[in-house]
T-cell receptor, first 109, second 116 residues
């Protein structure tokens, strides 16, 4: 079945440093979604990418969908303590989403 | 309207007892999902309901786990003869169900289950 791998599993950064998490699928995706889960909270939808090579920005967050629609990345510029949490990608295959295991981001003030 | 709600928010039970977890999806959402998240881990898919179709049970870890959805709305996840390894947060999500199973999912706050 479809598998979605996400790296790194953990990332510790100093406040102000950049952060990137990568997502790779074993199969071509219809779309990819990104979710953020704050500590003690539940996953909250951030964005959806549909087109090959698509790039979307939300303030300091930049999301990219690969040309082959099998990989994606989330880049955060100049991290802040409010960015702390686990970021999940979720790949849409034939009929359902498959979530990656997430990247847990810690920001050291 | 209101988001996805789940009850109870916390449940402590003894090994061997049965538990029922409830999920109220967003009104009008026909797709409903259950996930399990162990401490510090990712989301483990359990089961997916779409309208009146037969549910996708491919993620249920054992026959001790079952779920039903009455009237296409509220869902109950039942775990029989609970084991300590069942301790986790059980998350429910719903989506409109109009664009296939890969729509944006809206998560509830989860039920934190602890099996002693």
């Amino acid at each position: 079945g479809q598998q979605v791998m996400q790296i790194p599993q953990y990332q510790h950064v100093q406040e102000g440093e950049d952060f990137t998490t990568y997502c790779n699928s074993s199969t071509t995706l219809s779309n990819i979604q990104w979710y953020k889960q704050r500590p003690g909270g539940h996953p909250v939808f951030l964005i959806q990418l549909v087109k090959s090579g698509e790039v979307k920005k939300q303030k300091r967050l930049t999301f990219q969908f690969g040309e082959a629609k099998k990989n994606s990345s989330l880049h955060i510029t100049a991290t802040q303590t409010t960015d702390v949490g686990t970021y999940f990608c979720a790949g849409a295959g034939s009929y359902q989403l498959t979530f990656g295991k997430g990247t847990k981001l810690s920001v050291i003030p | 309207g209101a988001g996805v709600s789940q009850s109870p928010s916390n449940k402590v039970t003894e090994k061997g007892k049965d538990v029922e977890l409830r999920c109220d999806p967003i009104s009008g959402h026909t797709a409903l999902y259950w996930y399990r998240q162990s401490l510090g881990q990712g989301l483990e898919f359990l089961i997916y309901f779409q309208g009146n179709s037969a549910p996708d049970k491919s993620g249920l870890p054992s026959d001790r786990f079952s779920a039903e959805r009455t009237g296409g709305s509220v869902s109950t996840l039942t775990i029989q003869r609970t084991q300590q390894e069942d301790s986790a947060v059980y998350l429910c999500a719903s989506s409109p169900g109009t664009s296939g199973g890969w729509e944006t999912q809206y998560f509830g706050p989860g039920t934190r289950l602890l099996v002693l």
